[in-house]
């Protein structure tokens, strides 16, 4: 069974910058491809970042574009998402989840469409 764990988040002041982690297991295969999501207090989950674990490639939403970056350990399973210049309406608990592969990385952030299984979460708030 697939489990996703997320790690990393916490208290930074506006204009920091955090890097949270998603490490997976139960997966036989590096083809596979992980999604960042948040959801902010009283509003819907949305898409941050996609990227797939074995070539690399990533997409990002217009929520982080530009302070954004994933990246991935292939050797630990991880992938991480490294946000910059933070803002506070960046606070919000963020998901990483596994995610369909042949629906394109670009649509399933947006659209959250072809999710296959959440991890928990970890909290992200910024304020000074």
């Known amino acids: 069974q697939v489990q996703l764990v997320e790690s990393g988040g916490g208290l930074v002041q506006p204009g920091g910058s955090l890097r949270l982690s998603c490490t997976v297991s139960?997966?036989?295969?590096?083809?596979?491809?992980i999604g960042w999501f948040r959801q902010a207090p009283g509003k819907e989950r949305e898409g941050v970042s996609c990227?797939?674990?074995?070539?690399?490639?990533?997409s990002y939403t217009d929520s982080v574009k530009g302070r954004a970056t994933v990246s991935r350990d292939i050797a630990k399973n991880t992938m991480y998402l490294q946000m910059n210049d933070l803002k506070p309406e960046d606070t919000a608990v963020y998901y990483c989840?596994?995610?369909?592969?042949?629906?394109?990385?670009?649509?399933?952030?947006?659209?959250?469409?072809?999710?296959?299984?959440w991890g928990k979460g970890t909290l992200v708030t910024v304020s000074s």
């Open positions: 989840a596994l995610i369909a592969q042949n629906y394109g990385l670009g649509y399933v952030c947006r659209s959250l469409n072809g999710v296959l299984s």
């Open positions: 139960g997966l036989s295969s590096d083809d596979y491809a």
């Open positions: 990227g797939s674990m074995l070539d690399g490639s990533t």
